[in-house]
């Protein structure tokens, strides 16, 4: 009986229903950290205590301590007050997941309607049905999903070398570059690409979007109706007036039915573009660090200003090592078999990045900073690395992003040496940290 037993828990399938004790750990470890930074906005404290403690390490090593006890392969089960919750933990459960879309797993979870609802009723990730059909087939062709660059590339890169050249101006004449300078160059070029040069400077539209995302962080608390008011003010401002060379001119002249709501889709846009900019503050702290890895990007940028391949690379690694949507949210929509068992449905589905990307036990370059396994197919091919999800429901502006944070991090490079001085240094001869703060990293700026 204790053979069968043990078989049981080791078999490559099904669904594992976790102990109440193991639920408490994986709550108290896992879940409890991933919301106290922040999902939708981050807290900087709460961020800088987890890099203290390292804490995405210690979720990593529970997670794999749980996958080791319940079996490789199966879903971890859990009841939580009010709702079960399945984590998804192995490559072949993250695809399955995400290729179901929109059946049987929906992007439009219970918790994202609540939260990510409050700033985009009518957003494409929390659709169902026609509308998210409509809404994501407009998503795609105003933002050039799937063509490797977008139809306003030239544009985009344009204002990223301007906004990099400015900072870097700014970081010289200081010596020193902090997030809160980084923050605020970044913006100015998502507002840019977005809804228009005259935005650059409206902080204010992306002000107001990250208080409704910091109240979103809350999920069921009510939303400041005053608030809302002035985002969305200023945003169809913006985007009636739809400055060529942006996103918003695109949404202007694209063709949309009934079910569309062009206007609610440009929130989602500019969230996801904000999260960049933590992306490549780490970037640079990883290039700061390595000298071999750095010393090939401007090697890179020298040789091919224009494919800079080597330098794009370093940026996904970045958000491959912290991802800044570190658990990706589904519901099923109906039972669902797995294995030899059934998933109910209405079950939450949680698949963490923040473990499916440092899986040493999957991944032979979990902890290290490894660019070439974007370059020659490793990381892509992968399904335990969803950088920008993945399937039926991967983000759609993926191209964007990586376009004008590639094109920044190299101007960046271009014309500038920087030395870490502050923050948590992740340094190549140890494993990188589970966490590392943006909030907390400091560099000295030199001449190139």
């Not at 490559?12 to 879940?31: E, K, M």
């Not at 991802?323 to 929509?333: F, G, H, K, N, V």
């Amino acid at each position: 009986m204790v053979a069968i037993r043990a078989r049981e828990r080791t078999r490559a399938d099904g669904v594992a229903r976790v102990s109440p004790t193991d639920a408490a750990l994986i709550c108290g470890t896992v879940l409890v950290p991933l919301v106290a930074r922040g999902l939708l906005a981050r807290w900087p404290l709460m961020v800088d205590l987890g890099d203290l403690v390292d804490a995405d390490r210690v979720s990593v090593r529970v997670l794999r301590r749980m996958r080791a006890k319940y079996g490789r392969g199966r879903v971890l089960l859990l009841r939580l007050p009010k709702r079960r919750l399945a984590l998804v933990l192995d490559a072949e459960g993250v695809r399955r997941v995400l290729e179901g879309e929109p059946e049987p797993f929906t992007v439009a979870n219970l918790e994202k309607r609540h939260a990510v609802g409050r700033f985009q009723p009518k957003g494409v990730l929390v659709s169902s049905g026609p509308e998210r059909r409509a809404r994501r087939l407009f998503n795609e062709e105003v933002l050039d999903t799937g063509r490797g660059l977008p139809r306003q590339a030239e544009t985009f890169a344009r204002v990223a070398r301007e906004e990099a050249a400015v900072l870097l101006e700014f970081a010289k004449e200081r010596g020193e570059l902090r997030w809160d300078e980084m923050r605020v160059s970044w913006a100015r070029v998502l507002r840019r690409i977005v809804l228009g040069d005259k935005a650059r400077d409206d902080h204010a539209v992306t002000d107001t979007l990250f208080r409704l995302r910091r109240e979103a962080n809350w999920g069921y608390a009510p939303r400041s109706e005053r608030t809302y008011k002035e985002f969305r003010g200023r945003l169809e401002a913006h985007l009636r007036r739809a400055d060529e060379g942006s996103l918003a001119a695109v949404v202007a002249r694209t063709p949309y039915g009934p079910e569309t709501a062009p206007y609610d889709q440009v929130p989602q846009w500019l969230f996801a573009f904000d999260s960049a900019g933590l992306v490549l503050f780490r970037a640079l702290a990883l290039l700061a660090s390595h000298p071999v890895h750095e010393a090939r990007a401007r090697t890179a940028i020298e040789q091919d200003p224009v494919a800079l391949g080597y330098v794009r690379a370093c940026v996904l690694e970045s958000v491959r090592l912290w991802p800044t949507t570190p658990a990706i949210l589904r519901d099923a929509t109906r039972d669902v078999a797995w294995g030899g068992d059934v998933l109910p449905g209405g079950t939450g589905v949680l698949i963490p990045a923040v473990f499916t990307q440092r899986d040493s036990e999957a991944l032979p370059y979990a902890d290290a900073f490894t660019p070439d396994v974007w370059l020659d197919g490793t990381a892509g091919a992968d399904w335990s690395v969803v950088p920008f999800s993945g399937g039926p429901a991967a983000c759609p502006g993926q191209d964007v992003v990586m376009l004008a944070s590639t094109v920044f991090l190299a101007s960046l490079l271009a014309g500038g040496v920087f030395r870490q001085t502050g923050g948590r240094r992740p340094t190549p001869e140890l494993p990188l940290p589970g966490s590392l703060s943006p909030y907390r990293l400091r560099f000295s700026v030199g001449g190139p």
